[in-house]
T-cell receptor, first 111, second 116 residues
Framework: SQQGEEDPQALSIQEGENATMNCSYK?????LQWYRQNSGRGLVHLIL?????REKHSGRLRVTLDTSKKSSSLLITASRAADTASYFC???????????FGKGTRLSVIA | DAGVIQSPRHEVTEMGQEVTLRCKPI?????LFWYRQTMMRGLELLIY????????DSGMPEDRFSAKMPNASFSTLKIQPSEPRDSAVYFC??????????????FGAGTRLSVL
């Protein structure tokens, strides 16, 4: 079953612009994670935000979590062509169950 | 990709043939997952193991699919007989529940399967 739903499905921006991707989920969670997938590769973990956290930063990445709205956003600032990839959110309901991944957002950064 | 080695990277086979996909975790882990990814259905969890024991195989689409984990360093996903609709990228991933990086999944590079 799918828990996270990313929005938009696809996003195309110019290099240097900010990219924002959103994720909505349905049940309570222990944490929410964002992953990146380059074409032809496996998913790579980017950042984890716990249910009691509201915002987290890692380099050019900023993640927010609103548990009342069951939503999260991933912001990539000053995007680069190398950021072109698919981005997935994944929810962890209890810490002892498998992550549930959304279908992802395909980001294209045009140089 | 470094923590999980999958082979082969690409597999082309004919309908009806048996296909075996392999996964070798390099590092220790508590869980091992097999996923299938297609454009239409996204990333689907097929089966996962905890300490080499299958826990949930409800995602396995049919009896044609089977998975084994004879030891902590090796797992296989077998499709017999294969069908064109099995064409997808199959990923193996591992996860620990303690220590640094707990509850994060580490994926292999995947096997791209084409069934003609």
């Amino acid at each position: 079953s799918q828990q996270g739903e990313e929005d938009p499905q696809a996003l195309s921006i110019q290099e240097g612009e900010n990219a924002t991707m959103n994720c909505s989920y349905k049940t309570s969670i222990n944490n929410l994670q964002w992953y990146r997938q380059n074409s032809g590769r496996g998913l790579v973990h980017l950042i984890l935000i716990r249910s009691n956290e509201r915002e987290k930063h890692s380099g050019r990445l900023r993640v927010t979590l609103d548990t009342s709205k069951k939503s999260s956003s991933l912001l990539i600032t000053a995007s680069r062509a190398a950021d072109t990839a698919s981005y997935f959110c994944a929810t962890d309901e209890s810490g002892n169950t498998p992550l549930v991944f959304g279908k992802g957002t395909r980001l294209s950064v045009i140089a | 990709d470094a923590g999980v080695i999958q082979s082969p990277r690409h597999e082309v086979t004919e309908m009806g043939q048996e296909v075996t996909l392999r996964c070798k975790p390099i590092s220790g882990h508590d869980y091992l997952f097999w996923y299938r990814q297609t454009m239409m259905r996204g990333l689907e969890l097929l089966i996962y193991f905890n300490n080499n024991v299958p826990i949930d195989d409800s995602g396995m689409p049919e009896d044609r699919f089977s998975a084994k984990m004879p030891n902590a360093s090796f797992s296989t996903l077998k499709i017999q007989p294969s069908e064109p609709r099995d064409s997808a990228v199959y990923f193996c991933a591992i996860q620990n529940v303690s220590g640094r990086g707990k509850n994060i999944q580490y994926f292999g590079a995947g096997t791209r399967l084409s069934v003609l």
